[in-house]
């Protein structure tokens, strides 16, 4: 006969099925019942973080548009820059920018997980963001004033140093956003990557309709720079958002759950290490050897059965507080061994892709404006839009089916050093003058170069995270990623200056003999001259810049 009359058997299936099981019933029910509940926990819990993160996703790129819009809208003026100040100018600029990107990722690198062992890891990243795009806004708020405030030969120097500024913050916003990007599903890199390509849009929106010309009123410039900090705020608010999430909170915790049972396993080791010296120093110490030292060997075993015992229990207790609160994780996959040099080792196919890719972006973009046109267009300017968007166009399609030579991360790698092919045709394009020139090949060779580096960018963030097994790991994974973009970025915007400096490419202006002193600075000095003359293009891009340090 049941132990329970039929009444109260279907209470208790009630009960089990809304995951509150009586007490009565928890003690009758057997162990291997009860050991389900948390597995249908986890369950629902999975379903209910994959909804939360599908409805935040978008933010990614609010997120990544807001700390990147400031250097694409100063970046977009390129023809200016060649225009007034020599192709070379343009160079400074990719440089100043780029350049405090290797020193903060390295900083990150090193003192990231201790700050987040201190302060919690939502604390940590909550401020590291916030205080970066607050220093933005605050510079985009200033920049407007600089020609009021300083002379004429000192504003190039002030710009320099306000782009270093900038580069810092954008560059340590990043490495914190891909840490945490990297602890979500791989769907959320490819809206974090898609973001980061998204400031052009605005930029074009707002020169067309500000109708920014080299007749720009004062106030059209203040404009273009209040809201552009505007954008930024909005990314920040965004970063409130996701930070916040159930999502971001739930990893978070797992994350910081690890660096916790990292730190438990070593104080463990530590008393085990310092009590088996004891024990061996107690029977060395004995003469007899015998009955003490068996004595102190059943303590000994005794303590240790003891110490083993509570690992345990608190291992079993972590891994069951890991399957009820979701993402599937055991004890083996709260990833103790997964530090950072094991990270380094699992990824490195990765690394190496993301290293080449965006080398070979960078230092190319850094030489358009030496670019010839074989016509009347400002080649340059449609160069650099047409990298910025095909790279946008290129990051989103890493959500279609992917094909069979690009499966995994060795395949990144192998595609990485085919695609420098390209590169090689490019300078090929502007260092020989026997190349025939066309306006439509140059230009079709950037858009595929480009759309190949959003693609294979993804695919190595992606393919990073998707390589670990914890959260800890995962964001370990996202800050080596950046710290070789970083590398990546400085390696080639040193070699800019260096090859700019070299003068290996002829400069278009001075080839076409239109690069005379007088047409780049006026006898005064002075940097800005009318700039009736320039091309349409030209104007529109030159008061953006000419608003600033006029």
């Known amino acids: 006969m049941s132990a329970f009359p039929e009444e109260d058997n279907v209470f208790l299936e009630r009960n089990l099925r809304d995951e509150s099981v009586s007490d009565h019933y928890a003690a009758e029910t057997s162990w291997?019942?009860?050991l389900e509940q948390p597995k249908s926990k986890a369950i629902n819990k999975d379903i209910d973080l994959e909804e939360a993160v599908n409805k935040i996703n978008y933010l990614w790129v609010l997120i990544?548009?807001?700390y990147m819009v400031s250097w694409t809208s100063i970046g977009s003026l390129i023809s200016y820059f060649k225009a007034r100040q020599g192709a070379d100018f343009y160079v400074k600029l990719y440089f100043a920018f780029y350049l405090p990107g290797l020193p903060m990722s390295l900083l990150q690198q090193r003192y990231d997980e201790d700050i987040d062992r201190r302060m919690g890891s939502a604390r940590a990243?909550?401020?590291?963001?916030?205080?970066?795009?607050?220093?933005?806004?605050g510079m985009l708020f200033f920049m407007p004033f600089v020609p009021s405030l300083f002379s004429q030969s000192q504003i190039p120097t002030v710009m320099l140093l306000c782009l270093v500024v900038m580069g810092t913050m954008t560059w340590m916003i990043h490495g914190t956003a891909c840490q945490l990007c990297s602890m979500f599903p791989p769907s959320s890199t490819a809206w974090l990557q898609t973001g980061f390509r998204t400031p052009e849009i605005y930029t074009v929106v707002m020169v067309s309709a500000l109708g920014l010309g080299a007749k720009a009123t004062e106030a059209h410039v203040f404009?273009?720079?209040f809201v552009t900090a505007a954008v930024v705020g909005v990314g920040t608010l965004s970063w409130f958002v996701v930070a916040r999430s159930k999502p971001a909170l739930h990893y978070f915790s797992l994350k910081d759950e690890t660096y916790a049972l990292r730190d438990s396993k070593s104080?463990?080791?530590?008393?085990?290490?310092?009590?088996?010296?004891?024990l061996l120093g107690n029977q060395s110490n004995n003469k007899s050897g015998g009955s003490v030292g068996g004595q102190g060997s059943a303590r000994g075993q005794g303590s240790s059965g003891s110490g083993s015992s509570g690992s345990q229990g608190y291992s079993n207790r972590t891994a069951e507080k890991c399957q009820v609160a979701g993402g599937g994780q055991g004890?083996?996959?709260?990833?103790?061994?997964e530090t950072k040099e094991m990270v380094a080792q699992v990824i490195r196919p990765c690394r190496v892709a993301i290293f080449l890719n965006i080398w070979s972006s960078i230092f190319t973009a850094a030489f358009f404006a030496y670019v010839k046109p074989a016509g009347n267009r400002d080649t340059e300017v449609i160069l650099y839009f047409v990298r910025l968007f095909s790279d946008l166009v290129g990051r989103p399609l890493a959500r279609l089916p992917r094909p069979w030579f690009l499966k995994t991360k060795d395949n990144l790698v192998?595609?990485?050093?085919?695609?420098?092919?390209l590169m090689a045709v490019f300078f090929a394009y502007i260092a020989f003058d026997w190349f025939p020139k066309n306006d439509y090949f140059v230009v079709g060779l950037v858009c595929v170069f480009s759309v190949l580096s959003g693609y294979l960018a993804v695919l190595s963030y992606e393919y990073a995270a998707a390589s670990l097994q914890t959260k800890a790991g995962q964001s370990m994974a996202g800050t080596l990623m950046n710290s070789t973009f970083q590398m990546a970025a400085f390696i080639a915007v040193l070699m800019g200056v260096i090859v700019s400096e070299l003068g290996l490419f002829t400069d278009p202006l001075e080839s076409d003999g239109s690069g005379d002193d007088d047409d780049l600075l006026t006898a005064e000095g002075d940097l800005y001259p009318d700039t009736s003359s320039v091309a349409s293009v030209d104007d529109n891009s030159s008061s953006l810049f000419s608003g600033e340090i006029r």
């Open 32 to 34: 291997t019942d009860r």
């Open 64 to 66: 990544s548009c807001g």
């Open 125 to 137: 990243f909550m401020l590291r963001v916030t205080v970066g795009m607050g220093v933005k806004i």
């Open 223 to 225: 404009v273009f720079y």
């Open 267 to 278: 104080k463990a080791e530590s008393a085990a290490n310092e009590e088996r010296s004891s």
């Open 331 to 337: 004890i083996a996959e709260l990833g103790v061994d």
């Open 414 to 421: 192998v595609v990485a050093w085919v695609r420098l092919l």
